[in-house]
């Protein structure tokens, strides 16, 4: 059963592709379900695993461990790619292998494997690592690599405006941030809002997965494809540390600790594909590593979730 729900999610991505190879999509309507899915569906899924799940505040210790793992990887890719002298794959390289796909890409899947139920776990861990992939990776990287835009001689105060310009501007972190007050207020979501936003929650895994296949394009540069095997190899070291934490540290139960294990798997986040488009202008290496790397996870969250041994 668990294969042929994986399965449907990759026929999405795959059909919808095809569909762009056949002149249907166009290269830059990816957009139009980046739209939907960041703007309707995802924050309606949020709210709805909120609404219909219990939460007290010892997972706030999740959304610690979701900033944690999304804000070391950034430093030790810095540190680890040195020697690389073209500043544009560094960034990218930066920005590709950190941070965690789990609002567009882990919620979608977990909730189709497990149910609505499983969706709360990742939307905590997501409020922690969205605080380092909607705004701070980007700035950071900026910084760290001094790639000399207008980031980088800014007054402090107006680049702190520009990041929580960022923050706030996101509807899906927005909607974090408004579930979050609503949780410390122990404010329960009425039943007919509920009721509203179910349908738009369920068409998530759909939007989702259909923007993964739309932004997909197959780079020709040796170089790209390089860099993105080198991506590929410090997201699987970062996602098997993450995944070992997760299970064996984290306080929680056995279906808990495997939603956590499952969400460390996740692929590169849509906020990386998009910082690294306007940081090297190449498009083509930023979406098609999503694609890849989205393949990839959904394969191995598949085989994670028959292997390990929760309810």
Same mark, same amino acid.
């Given at each position: 059963? =668990?294969?042929?729900?994986?399965?449907?999610?990759?026929?999405?991505?795959? #059909?919808?592709?095809?569909?762009? %190879?056949?002149?249907?999509?166009?290269?830059?309507?990816?957009?139009?379900?980046?739209?939907?899915?960041?703007? +309707?569906?995802?924050?309606?899924?949020? =709210? +709805?695993?909120?609404?219909?799940? $219990?939460?007290?505040?010892?997972?706030?210790?999740?959304?610690?461990?979701?900033?944690?793992?999304?804000?070391?990887?950034?430093?030790?890719?810095?540190? #680890?790619?040195?020697?690389?002298?073209?500043?544009?794959? $560094? /960034?990218?390289?930066?920005?590709?292998?950190?941070?965690?796909?789990? &609002?567009?890409?882990?919620?979608?899947?977990?909730?189709?494997? !497990?149910?609505?139920?499983?969706?709360?776990?990742?939307?905590?861990?997501?409020?922690?690592?969205?605080?380092?992939?909607?705004?701070?990776?980007?700035? +950071?990287?900026? &910084?760290?690599?001094? !790639?000399?835009?207008?980031?980088?001689? +800014?007054?402090?105060?107006?680049?702190?405006?520009?990041?929580?310009?960022?923050?706030?501007?996101?509807?899906?972190?927005?909607?974090?941030?408004?579930?979050?007050?609503? !949780?410390? /207020?122990?404010?329960?979501?009425?039943?007919?809002?509920?009721?509203?936003?179910?349908?738009?929650?369920?068409?998530?895994?759909?939007?989702?997965?259909?923007? @993964? &296949?739309?932004?997909?394009?197959?780079?020709?540069? $040796?170089?790209?494809?390089?860099?993105?095997? %080198?991506?590929?190899?410090?997201?699987?070291?970062?996602?098997?540390?993450?995944?070992?934490?997760?299970?064996?540290?984290?306080?929680?139960?056995? %279906? @808990?600790?495997?939603?956590?294990?499952?969400?460390?798997?996740?692929?590169?986040?849509?906020?990386?594909?998009?910082?690294?488009?306007s940081l090297t202008g190449n498009a083509k290496l930023a979406g098609f590593s999503l694609t890849v790397t989205g393949m990839i996870s959904l394969v191995e969250m598949t085989v994670l979730h028959v292997l390990l041994p929760a309810v």
């Amino acid at each position: 059963m =668990v294969i042929f729900k994986s399965g449907s999610l990759l026929l999405v991505i795959l #059909g919808v592709y095809a569909l762009k %190879r056949l002149h249907i999509f166009g290269e830059r309507d990816y957009k139009v379900a980046q739209g939907f899915a960041f703007n +309707l569906t995802l924050p309606c899924a949020i =709210v +709805l695993s909120f609404a219909t799940n $219990r939460h007290d505040m010892s997972m706030l210790w999740i959304v610690l461990f979701g900033f944690v793992c999304a804000i070391v990887p950034l430093f030790l890719v810095f540190f #680890g790619t040195h020697r690389e002298p073209d500043k544009r794959y $560094r /960034a990218f390289t930066m920005l590709a292998a950190s941070g965690l796909n789990l &609002g567009a890409f882990c919620l979608p899947v977990v909730q189709t494997f !497990m149910g609505a139920s499983a969706g709360l776990p990742v939307i905590m861990m997501d409020i922690g690592n969205a605080m380092v992939a909607t705004a701070a990776a980007l700035s +950071l990287t900026k &910084g760290l690599l001094h !790639m000399g835009d207008s980031a980088t001689v +800014l007054p402090m105060v107006l680049r702190v405006r520009n990041i929580a310009h960022d923050f706030v501007s996101s509807l899906s972190f927005d909607t974090y941030m408004l579930m979050l007050v609503l !949780m410390f /207020a122990h404010v329960q979501i009425p039943d007919p809002i509920v009721q509203l936003v179910t349908p738009f929650a369920n068409a998530n895994a759909f939007c989702c997965m259909a923007m @993964i &296949g739309l932004m997909m394009e197959v780079p020709h540069e $040796r170089k790209d494809r390089v860099t993105l095997l %080198r991506v590929i190899a410090w997201r699987t070291a970062f996602s098997v540390v993450i995944a070992l934490a997760a299970w064996y540290i984290m306080p929680f139960d056995l %279906r @808990i600790r495997e939603i956590l294990t499952i969400a460390a798997l996740s692929p590169i986040t849509v906020f990386a594909t998009k910082f690294a488009d306007s940081l090297t202008g190449n498009a083509k290496l930023a979406g098609f590593s999503l694609t890849v790397t989205g393949m990839i996870s959904l394969v191995e969250m598949t085989v994670l979730h028959v292997l390990l041994p929760a309810v």
